[in-house]
């Protein structure tokens, strides 16, 4: 949807996709990467761009703790347990917070991948923000427990790339994780990667605010453009690898 813009990858760019779940590693040898995905199906586009994220960063040397929120059956709701208490930064939080908190700071990069849901993270992945970038975790302390890591942010837009709205999506998310959420928690670099073209039929609204499908991409031409796609979700996480070792 192009206003919504929630791509769920329709079945037939699904069943064509290779996705593979890497196992989570406990290794701490060489630097570590979290990759992080954020979608109720496992055949989907985000997960396939997720996978294609751990190749790079496995290429490039990185030991991955692949964070699969719904295969992992994290709960996004708010708990008293791990409720803020401005008086105790040093608060405990419960078991499974303290396990996601855990695997953050043990990560030298981020990278997490999700569909844009009206120009905003899904409600899984907010939740899992609002619990475990939590305060005296990811901020409150004078020196940031997670500061000199990056963080990128990969969205999947069911927005065209032509379509009006996409330059205002990339301001909305990168005011919300840049500067809201990562700056503030002291990253070093915080980018937002975003993925229009997502949809396999391109949705556009016309002059008159009427929503225009298009028709569905096939052969040659799907494979040209799911390839592209490819390319730049991999240009992103390469740019970077290559701001970490430039600043290294």
């Known amino acids: 949807m192009t206003r919504g813009t929630g791509p769920t990858s329709p079945a037939p760019i699904e069943q064509e996709l290779t996705v593979t779940q890497p196992a989570t590693t406990t290794a701490t040898a060489g630097p570590i990467a979290l990759v992080v995905v954020s979608h109720h199906r496992a055949d989907s586009l985000s997960a396939h761009v997720a996978s294609r994220a751990v190749d790079r960063l496995t290429a490039a040397g990185y030991t991955i703790d692949f964070l699969d929120l719904h295969a992992e059956d994290f709960d996004p709701r708010m708990t008293v347990a791990d409720q803020p208490e401005w008086g105790n930064r040093d608060k405990v939080y419960s078991p499974g917070t303290e396990a996601h908190m855990r695997r953050v ?38 020196k940031p427990r997670l500061a000199g890591k990056r963080i990128l942010w990969l969205g999947l837009a069911g927005a065209t790339a032509d379509d009006a709205i996409v330059p205002g999506m990339q301001q909305l998310l990168e005011a919300q994780l840049n500067e809201g959420l990562a700056y503030y928690s002291g990253f070093a670099d915080s980018r937002v990667g975003l993925l229009p073209d997502a949809e396999e039929q391109p949705q556009s609204l016309d002059a008159e605010g009427n929503l225009v499908i298009g028709e569905a991409i096939s052969g040659d031409a799907r ?25 290294a």
Do not use: C
């Open 223 to 247: 494979t040209t453009h799911y390839a592209a796609f490819d390319a730049k979700a991999e240009g992103f996480v390469d740019d970077l690898l290559a701001a970490a070792l430039v600043n």
């Open 105 to 142: 700071l043990a990560a030298d990069v981020i990278v997490v991948v999700f569909p844009v849901y009206w120009q905003s993270v899904p409600a899984m992945l907010k939740g899992w923000i609002d619990a475990v970038w939590n305060y005296g975790f990811a901020y409150g302390r004078s």
